[in-house]
């Protein structure tokens, strides 16, 4: 009989057993330009606020359809229900 597939609704791709998804969205960063991306503080406080969200499923945004991995880490990235707004892109470290 087949173990079941277990799903973590509410882990980041760099929690699940996915390395070449990892890879991928790791990469995609960063082939950013540093001019596009947010501080490594911003990402951080960001991501910390979609690990707490109920629409995160599998390291994807169910608001948006997006890897949070991947929209958390650019400027021009927004929560779709602005759950991010009280984070400031000078943020630079947590006081
Ligand atoms: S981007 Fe916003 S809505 Fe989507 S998982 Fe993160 S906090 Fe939740």
Avoid: F
Avoid at 63 to 92: M, N, Q
């Amino acid at each position: 009989m087949m173990e079941p597939v277990r799903k973590c609704r509410k882990c980041l791709l760099a929690e699940l057993d996915n390395e070449k998804l990892l890879a991928d969205v790791r990469q995609a960063v960063d082939r950013l330009g540093e001019e596009l991306k947010v501080s490594d503080e911003v990402y951080r406080l960001r991501l910390e606020v979609c690990k707490e969200c109920d629409y995160l499923n599998e390291g994807t945004c169910n608001a948006c359809g997006c890897y949070v991995e991947l929209r958390a880490a650019t400027k021009a990235g927004s929560c779709p229900y602005s759950k991010w707004k009280g984070i400031k892109l000078d943020v630079h470290k947590q006081a």
